[in-house]
């Protein structure tokens, strides 16, 4: 039974529309992402979306966004005060992939579910793994500045048998969900071996479609040429890569992380390297972003680091306003939310 309140809903002539609170980082943006939004719901006719932005004081976001059932908001701290202050709000839709800066407990206490991008980054961030396995392995970043520094080869260092290729390779994939069976499915057809590990139980169909083979965690780290980590920031993930773990790895490989920073123990990380524990990195994320100049990291051999744009593609932007409207039209006919994400 679709919940048909006076405090949830808003008239237009004879159609009641349920509202949406959009609220965003960027004030600049608004108007963009608000026709975008506007534009896909304006199909169904469902929704009334009203934005704000965390530029406001917090008491006009809130009295703006009074009888929201769903806030689409971005995945940080200042979010969580706002959703706890609506009371008709249902649902928390993020347009991001994680949901770490997010207390889920807390909203949850509030009659509040918090839903992430249902994957509209998924095929972005995939690549943008893949990118990194292949810079380090040919030095992309040495061959791109030497041209731009106008030496053309002079500045490629390093011997011919530190560039190499896929083949023959064992990547271990760490949560096959909506990125990483992304990976896995892009490495068909490289000439590589492709593992995983998951605490999700898949089906043989899952692993075949993907092409990925399960592997206990500690025996992947052990074997694998790359790691490539695709999980969720929780209580159970933070710093699940450190000092144990690098040494346990080849001291040929190299780790791929494209999920959250936390994920990685970075000191371990810059020990693990220093000691020459492990051979490289590539990473989209950091502990700290944006990331210290100091950091040792950057100025390291085989270590790549990109600003956390591994999202960064039109589409990414286009499936996450999909995915947003959908779930927000599932809430105003009655219909319970996808992509839900429960507390750990």
């Known amino acids: 039974?679709?919940?048909?309140?006076?405090?949830?809903?808003?008239?237009?002539?004879?159609?009641?529309?349920?509202?949406?609170?959009?609220?965003?980082?960027?004030?600049?943006?608004?108007?963009?992402?608000?026709?975008?939004?506007?534009?896909?719901?304006?199909?169904?006719?469902?929704?009334?979306i009203v934005v704000a932005d965390l530029e406001q004081e917090p008491g006009e976001i809130i009295a703006a966004f009074q009888?929201?059932?769903?806030?689409?908001?971005?995945?940080?701290?200042?979010?969580?005060?706002?959703?706890?202050?609506?009371?008709?709000?249902?649902?928390?839709?993020?347009?991001?992939?994680g949901t770490d800066q997010l207390d889920l407990a807390l909203l949850l206490q509030h009659g509040i579910e918090v839903a992430n991008n249902g994957g509209a980054n998924a095929v972005s961030v995939a690549e943008h793994a893949?990118?990194?396995?292949?810079t380090i392995n040919h030095k992309f970043d040495l061959q791109i500045e030497s041209v731009k520094d106008g030496k053309w080869m002079k500045g490629v260092t390093g011997a011919l048998s530190e560039y190499t290729s896929m083949v023959d390779r064992q990547v271990g994939i760490i949560g096959l969900g909506r990125i990483g069976s992304r990976v896995a499915q892009r490495l068909r057809g490289w000439e590589c071996s492709v593992v995983y590990s998951d605490i999700v139980d898949f089906d043989t169909g899952y692993e075949s479609a993907v092409g990925a083979k399960r592997m206990p965690l500690d025996q992947l780290i052990a074997t694998s040429d790359y790691i490539s980590l695709h999980v969720p920031l929780?209580?159970?993930?933070?710093?699940?890569?450190?000092?144990?773990?690098?040494?346990?790895?080849?001291?040929?490989?190299?780790?791929?992380?494209?999920?959250?920073?936390?994920?990685?123990?970075?000191?371990?990380?810059?020990?693990?390297?220093?000691?020459g524990e492990i051979w490289g990195a590539g990473l989209d994320v950091?502990?700290?972003?944006?990331?210290?100049?100091?950091n040792p990291l950057i100025t390291m051999p085989n270590v790549v680091i990109t600003p956390h744009l591994a999202t960064r593609v039109i589409q990414s932007e286009w499936n996450a306003d999909m995915n947003a409207v959908e779930n927000a039209e599932r809430i105003a006919q009655g219909f319970k939310p996808n992509w839900i994400v429960d507390p750990v």
């Open 1 to 48: 039974m679709v919940d048909v309140s006076q405090r949830a809903m808003t008239k237009r002539g004879n159609m009641t529309k349920t509202r949406v609170a959009l609220l965003t980082k960027r004030p600049q943006h608004n108007a963009i992402r608000l026709a975008a939004l506007q534009e896909i719901a304006a199909k169904n006719n469902l929704l009334e």
């Open 67 to 97: 009888s929201a059932r769903i806030l689409i908001a971005p995945n940080i701290k200042p979010t969580n005060s706002i959703a706890a202050k609506l009371p008709d709000l249902k649902l928390l839709q993020t347009f991001s992939a």
């Open 130 to 134: 893949i990118m990194l396995m292949l």
């Open 234 to 275: 929780d209580r159970f993930t933070y710093h699940m890569m450190s000092t144990v773990q690098f040494k346990a790895m080849k001291n040929s490989a190299v780790l791929i992380n494209t999920c959250r920073g936390s994920v990685v123990d970075e000191a371990a990380l810059v020990d693990a390297l220093k000691n």
């Open 286 to 294: 950091t502990e700290v972003e944006p990331t210290p100049p100091d």
